[in-house]
C-alpha cells in the first residue's frame, strides 16, 4: 500500500488572512493564486500493519508533533487503520513564508485518497485539503485559481490554466529561517486585535472581482496594481495586529524597492509577500532574466528560485 504524490505550493495574489471557523478551518475570504511548478514537495506514503504508529520524515528528519498529519489521515481513514510512514522531501526552505504546507497538506491528502482508492473529485480533495491548512486546497488545481467561500465549505475554480497565461515567478529568499509565528495563530491575533481587519474582510471581494477581471483580460498591469495593493492591506493587518507581526526584514524592503526601479523602466513585474521575509516577483517570460539578475544584487538575498505556473498534483504512484 504506498502511493508517491508530487504537488507545488500556491502563491496568493488576492490573500488568505483570516478564518470564519477555526474549527472548520474555513477562510474569513476568498482569496486568487498561482500554482507554481519549479517548487515542490514529494511525499511518499505507505501504510503498514507493521508500525506502531505514523511517522513522519521531513527531508530525512523524523518529526516529532505529528498531530495535523495523523488528524488528517484519521479524517480521510478512521482511526481504525494501519499506521503510515510517510517521507516527504521538498525543494525548498519550509515555513519559512514559501507555502511549503500549502504543497505539502495538498500532496498528502491526494496521495491518502489514491491509497484509499476513494476517487474523491476536485471539490472533495480541495474542502480535505483546506481543513487542515487553507492555502492547501488552492493547490489542487493548476494555473490561476480562485478559492470562494460558500455555506460550510469552499469551492476552487482554475480561472486560467499555465498555457493560457504564462506568468513566470522569481522568489528572493533573504532567510530560510523557520517562521516565528505561525500563520495560524498570527491569523488569529489579528482577527482578535487589529482594528482593521472588519474592513480587510468586507473590502475583499471588490479586489477579487477586480483581479478576476484583469485575469480574464490577461491585462498584467491592472493585476499587478490590485496585487501589491491586496498584499499590502494583509501586512498592515499584520503590523496592526497587538503585539504587532513583522514578517520582513531589511532585505525584503530592499527588493520591494528594487522592483519599483524595475516598473519605472518599465518591466513587468510586481511583487508579493506572504507570511515570511521572501520576495516573489512576478513577471513575463521576456522580463524574468532582468529581475532575477537585479535581484541577485541585492545584498541579503541569499539565493533565488524562479518558476512557471504548474498544472497542479502529479500522481508518480
Ligand atoms: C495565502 N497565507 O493566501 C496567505 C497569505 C500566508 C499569507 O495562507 O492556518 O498555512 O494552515 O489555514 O494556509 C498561509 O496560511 O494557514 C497563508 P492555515 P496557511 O496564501
Redesign the pocket.
Known sequence: MQSIVRTSP???L????G?RNTIK?L?AVD?I?ITLDNLWTEMNVIFSSDLSNDELFINEKKQNNISRVKNCIDSICGEQRDYASIMSRCNFPISA?L?S??SS?SALVVAINSLMKKKWNTQLLANQA?S?????A?SILGGIVKLNNEPEKIRITQLLSPNDWPLRVVIAITDKKEKAI???KA?KLSADTSPFYSSWVEDQNDDIKEANSFISKKDFEGLASISEHNCMK?HSIMWTTRPSIVYWNSTTIDCMHAIRDLQRNGESVFFTI??GPQIKAICLPENEEKIAKKLNEIKGVQSIMTSGLGSGPIIEK
Open positions: 500556491n502563491i496568493a488576492i490573500k488568505y488572512w478564518k478551518n477562510p482569496s493564486s513564508g507555502a504546507s500549502s497538506f483546506g487542515v491548512s487553507g492555502s492547501a488552492r505561525s500563520s495560524s491569523m494583509m506572504d507570511a
